[in-house]
């Protein structure tokens, strides 16, 4: 199923989520492609909506998105899926004892990508978002800003992950109590 196909088949009370999509995803004008069809699977990832990650990433494809950033996305999303639940732990808790303790969890792939360090960077503050993570949001979006990108493009990509996320409750919404194909428009 294509995005086109999911986001054709949203009910009508997520019309403004096809609007939004379009206008962020279809017109966009301030990611370039690789950052915006990241970002887009990054955040259909970071949703665990099926459906969405892979219409998502066979839309990044057919974009031109190439295999080895596709993996750079992926490790991104899969880094920031433990590091968000280990510093949101921190955030969560008033013991402080915690923030003195080693991680001692590998993040090699904040390294070991073949993508341009500002767009990982971008995916991991996507991920990041979407888990609500305090302290790595914070982070990413520092050093985004330190490695030269702007607010603008930061909350460019955010907009779009706030889209791609709320089409995947949308999804999850409708496979628990599907509306009436009546209002599917």
């Not at 920031?80 to 303790?101: C, D, P, Q, V, W």
């Not at 493009?153 to 955010?158: D, F, G, R």
Request: hydrophobic share 45%; aromatic share 4%; glycine share 4%.
């Amino acid at each position: 199923m294509t995005m086109e196909d999911l986001i054709g088949g949203l009910p009508t009370y997520a019309k403004d989520m096809k609007l939004n999509y379009s206008s962020l995803v279809k017109q966009n004008t301030e990611l370039t492609p690789q950052q915006l069809w990241g970002s887009v699977v990054a955040s259909a990832i970071a949703t665990r909506n099926p459906e969405l990650t892979a219409a998502a990433i066979g839309e990044a494809e057919a974009a031109g998105l190439a295999p080895d950033v596709l993996d750079a996305v992926k490790a991104a999303s899969a880094i920031m899926g433990m590091n968000n639940i280990y510093y949101r732990f921190h955030h969560l808790t008033s013991n402080e004892k915690y923030a003195t303790l080693p991680a001692r969890l590998r993040m090699n792939a904040l390294r070991g990508h073949k993508v341009d360090a500002l767009d990982f960077e971008l995916w991991c503050l996507v991920v990041s978002a979407v888990n609500a993570c305090e302290k790595c949001v914070d982070s990413h979006e520092r050093v985004l800003r330190e490695k030269g990108a702007t607010e603008e493009l930061i909350n460019a990509a955010i907009r779009v992950t706030a889209v791609i996320h709320a089409i995947g409750v949308v999804l999850d919404s409708e496979k628990a109590a599907p509306t009436p194909a009546a209002a599917v428009a």
